[in-house]
Structures are given as structure tokens and as C-alpha cells.
């Protein structure tokens, strides 16, 4: 792809809330899987990525199977890349549901023309659904962090710093002349309410339940709650959601979280004291810890309610949830398949948490979470995960706060054809915390 034939897919004039650009969306699209593809197969020179119209054919003849790839290849950087396909018609000024197909079929594209192997069904499945999740949270986490009425270095690092999460939609910006150019903010920079907490300390695990003894290490929390179920009326798909991201000294990122609302209504009169509101969401689960590897894409429906305590702004909240899960997949060592030591399938769970918070910023919460994972590829197996735990922040001043968790993860997997298989894993943290909120009642 030549210099200007990339200028020509993305110079367009400075607008902060673009016209739908729908040609150039499908171009960028393509774009990807061909700088992808050629990366590989010329600077890495991977075999698989030499791929060409015999293959092709092949592919369109034989149809999907299910690979060996790493849990972390799969289950993270699948729907990364598929957060490119769905931010590239995002940074475009296509709707939501609009950059639904872009990520379907950007995915589609790839697994049948981008590389030699088979196209994999579970490739498929999570980068297109896992990217609509995790792309839509990186388009509005950026759009916050981006200034467009800012200046100076101070604007340049706020695009650098939106480039990790959302690379498309900064390479548009900057051949847009837009890292410079001053002028209105799309409305997702501005969530209403919100909260960002971010915590370091150390972490304690026992690991698995036969272990003996406790290992400690270092842990970060990153936490972000972009709108409100209760002052924020449903408007548009994600305009509340909330985002997790731990990382562990001992393994890189331990999980990593994002839940956003697709709908969501009032089911009592919005002046009511007590509020009881209806979301459905759309949500991406990754865990890697010692007692089990799990993750997927689910849809869950269920009831967020608040009711007030007293008059400063502090609250009682519950949320209960039931869930579908789209595609999971779950650690089986010794199982699997080929090389791949976990299974794949569908499911379903349920969600809940009690919390006291403060215009939205928790204090105490209380949480749990069921699921059941029906393998189909990989071993004959049933799975039950069970996550729950308490966690607790005590204000120091100055937005710091000192927090402890407690957390434990509870696995059976049942077998046709080997022993059953229990492990727990309990953990703890320690952490120092700053808490940054702004509330829109």
C-alpha cells in the first residue's frame, strides 16, 4: 500500500463528529489485513502468512476448524485486532451498530485470505464479538483522554497516550491534521459521571489448593466506570460501562474486564428515591491466574438498583445479572486440542454485587460470579467457575485511599473420560489507591 494511496483512505477535513464515511471505513479495513499479512510474511517471515488464490480456494471448500493457539494469543490479542476492524468505522463516523459487520466481516476476511492455515472458528468468534466489546471501550476510554481544544505538548501527549488503545483512529487523527487542529470534542469525551481508580501494592496467592505456603508480589489495579446506570439515561450502546484491568509482577496482566450497556431503561419513575434500572450488556471476561485460564464473550441481562443513605450522596446499590455465554474457553491441561491445553464452548451464568458507594465511587463491595462452560471443542467436558470475593477502600484524603481485597476462584471440570478436577485459588491485596470522580446527578 503506497503513501498516497493511505492519504487518499484517510485525509478528510477536521470534523469532530464526521460524516459516515462508509468507502474509506472498508478500505482501512482491508488496509489492516494487508499490513498485517505483509509484516508477517516479509519482515517476519512467517510461512503462514504466504497465503495466495490456491489457498484461498481451499479454504472457501473446506470451511472452519478449531486451532492450537496460545489461551493468551485466542483470548486477548484475537479481539484487539478485532477492536481495529470496529474503530476503523467508529473513526470513520459510523454508529455502533453500524461497526457491528466491519468487525464480523473484517475477521471473516482475515481467517479465510490473511494466513494459510485453516480458518478457525474460534479466531472468528472472538475477534469479531470480543473486538465489538473491547473496541467500543477503547473508542470512548480515547475520546476522553483527547483534547481537542487543547494545545501545546500537553495535546500531544494526550494522543500518544490514546495511540496504544486505539491506533486506527490516532493514524486517521494525524493525517487528518487532527492532533493539532483545534475544535469541538465528539460527545463520548464526556461521560457525565465517572469514576477512575488506579491502586498499586502487593498481592498474596496461595495458589492451588494442594500448594503449601504463600507467594506475594507486586499488583496494579486499574479501574474506570464511565457513566452511571442512574444519571445517565440510555442514549446510545456503551454510554455507561466499566472497565477492569489488573496486573500481577509475577505474569503480566492477571484479568481484564469490560462490561458496556447495548439498552437499558428506567423500571420505576426516575424521581423515586430508590431506582431500579433494566441493562442489558454486552461483556468480555479474561482471568490467567495459577488455578485456572478462562475467558470469554457473553450478553447478560439484569437490574442495577440504588437506594439513597442520608443526604451527602452515599448509597446502597445491588446489581444481579444472568448471562449468556457467546464463546468461552477454560484451561484443561491434558486435554484440549493438539497443543492447545483448554476447551471451548458455550455456557451461562449469573452476576451479583452489593456495594455502599459515594456519587458512584465504592467503598465496600461485595460481589460473586457463576458460570457453566459446556466443552465442544477440546475435552468431553463439563466446567463451573466460581468467582467471589470482598474488597474495601478507606479514604485517606486528597483523593488516596488505602484498599484491601479479598478474592478466591473456585473451579470443578467434570470429565467423561478423566478424574474430576477441583481447584481453588484464594488471593489478597493490599493496595494504596487514588480515586478521581466527576458526578452528574
Known amino acids: 500500500m503506497t503513501a498516497p494511496l493511505l492519504a487518499v483512505l484517510m485525509a478528510v477535513q477536521f470534523d469532530s463528529v464526521p460524516k459516515p464515511r462508509t468507502v474509506m471505513a472498508i478500505g482501512q479495513v482491508a488496509l489492516i489485513n494487508t499490513f498485517v499479512n505483509r509484516v508477517d510474511a516479509w519482515v517476519f517471515k512467517q510461512d503462514w502468512a504466504r497465503s495466495g488464490t490456491r489457498v484461498w480456494g481451499e479454504h472457501l471448500r473446506l470451511g472452519w476448524e478449531w486451532d492450537e493457539d496460545a489461551f493468551t494469543t485466542n483470548m486477548f490479542a484475537h479481539p484487539y485486532h478485532g477492536g481495529l476492524y470496529f474503530n476503523a468505522a467508529r473513526a470513520n463516523g459510523i454508529g455502533f451498530f453500524q461497526a457491528v459487520p466491519y468487525a464480523i466481516m473484517g475477521s471473516w476476511t482475515w481467517e479465510y485470505f490473511g494466513e494459510k492455515y485453516r480458518p478457525s472458528l474460534n479466531d472468528w468468534y472472538m475477534t469479531s464479538f470480543g473486538g465489538i466489546t473491547l473496541g467500543e471501550v477503547f473508542h470512548r476510554i480515547t475520546a476522553t483522554i483527547r483534547d481537542n481544544r487543547a494545545t501545546g505538548r500537553g495535546r500531544t501527549l494526550r494522543e500518544l497516550a490514546a495511540l496504544p488503545m486505539d491506533p486506527i483512529g490516532s493514524l486517521n487523527r494525524l493525517v487528518r491534521g487532527q492532533w493539532r487542529a483545534r475544535g469541538a470534542n465528539p460527545p463520548e ?253
Open 189 to 441: 469525551h464526556d461521560p457525565g459521571s465517572y469514576v477512575l481508580r488506579i491502586g498499586a501494592g502487593a498481592r498474596f496467592a496461595k495458589g492451588l489448593i494442594a500448594d503449601s505456603g504463600a507467594a506475594r508480589m507486586g499488583a496494579m489495579l486499574v479501574d474506570l466506570l464511565y457513566g452511571d446506570p442512574f444519571t445517565t439515561e440510555y442514549r446510545s450502546p456503551f454510554d455507561q460501562f466499566g472497565v477492569r484491568l489488573m496486573l500481577s509482577s509475577n505474569g503480566g496482566f492477571s484479568s481484564l474486564r469490560a462490561s458496556g450497556r447495548i439498552y437499558g431503561t428506567n423500571l420505576n419513575n426516575p424521581a423515586r428515591t430508590a431506582r431500579h434500572v433494566l441493562a442489558v450488556n454486552t461483556r468480555y471476561d479474561f482471568f490467567k491466574n495459577r488455578a485456572q485460564s478462562v475467558g470469554g464473550q457473553s450478553v447478560e441481562i439484569g437490574i442495577n438498583s440504588r437506594w439513597p443513605i442520608g443526604s451527602r450522596g452515599y448509597a446502597f446499590r445491588t446489581s444481579l445479572f444472568v448471562d449468556g455465554i457467546l464463546l468461552g474457553a477454560i484451561d484443561a491441561s491434558g486435554t484440549g486440542l493438539g497443543t492447545r491445553t483448554y476447551d471451548f464452548g458455550p455456557g451461562g451464568g449469573a452476576r451479583w454485587e452489593f456495594a455502599v458507594d459515594r456519587h458512584g465511587a465504592r467503598f465496600v463491595r461485595v460481589f460473586g460470579q457463576w458460570e457453566y462452560i459446556h466443552a465442544v471443542s477440546g475435552a468431553s467436558a463439563d466446567h463451573i467457575v466460581d468467582f467471589s470475593g470482598i474488597e474495601a477502600n478507606i479514604p485517606i484524603g486528597r483523593g488516596f485511599g488505602i484498599a484491601a481485597h479479598s478474592t478466591v476462584f473456585h473451579r470443578i471440570s467434570r470429565y467423561s473420560t478423566a478424574p474430576k478436577d477441583e481447584r481453588n485459588y484464594p488471593e489478597a491485596r493490599l493496595l494504596l489507591t487514588w480515586t478521581k470522580a466527576g458526578f452528574k446527578p
